[in-house]
Each structure stands twice: as structure tokens, then as C-alpha cells.
């Protein structure tokens, strides 16, 4: 998946897989989990101290990942709608 965009329209084009014009927690998920995949690099589904830039830090679980994710899309659903449309996208992290 090409993660390098340029403008909100395309955020939300790329990240908006069934095509309906705003992004749930899932797709979400699944496209900001793009650096974390490509990083655990023996597929286990922990980022190890090595699989992380500088070969340093915690440990860090799929599940932590995807934790902080879905905090981080409830702060940006400004209208608590459950989904982020281009605006929401746009906005700076809350």
C-alpha cells in the first residue's frame, strides 16, 4: 500500500476502502498500521527494541498499536460521528 499522499482529498481516498466517503475506525487502522507491519520484520506481532528506528524503545504489541490508533481517531472524530470525513482528517490532532 503506497502510503506517500499529498493532500487530504487523498488521505481520504486512500484510507476510505468501501468507497463511502468517510473513514471508519477499522479503515483507519489499517492504513496508519502500514509503518508498524512493514517494521515487524519477523511477523510476530511486537515491534522488539530492534525493530524500531534507533534499535531502541519498549516493546510494542499489535494491540497497543492498534490501541493507540482508535484513541487517537476518537480525538480527531470531532463530531462523534464514529467516522472522520475530509475535514476531521484535515484537522490538526486533538
Known amino acids: 500500500m503506497a502510503a506517500q499522499v499529498t493532500a487530504t482529498s487523498d488521505y481520504l481516498a486512500k484510507m476510505d476502502t468501501d468507497g463511502d466517503g468517510r473513514v471508519s475506525l477499522a479503515e483507519y487502522q489499517a492504513w496508519m498500521s502500514y509503518a508498524f507491519d512493514g517494521m515487524d520484520v519477523d511477523g510476530d506481532g511486537v515491534l522488539s527494541p530492534s525493530e524500531q528506528p534507533g534499535g531502541r524503545g519498549r516493546p510494542i504489541t499489535r494491540e497497543q498499536h492498534l490501541a493507540r490508533l482508535a484513541d ?5 472524530d470531532l463530531d462523534g460521528n464514529g467516522f472522520l470525513d475530509a475535514r476531521e482528517l484535515s484537522a490538526p490532532p486533538q
Do not use: E, L, T
Open 72 to 76: 487517537r481517531f476518537r480525538r480527531q
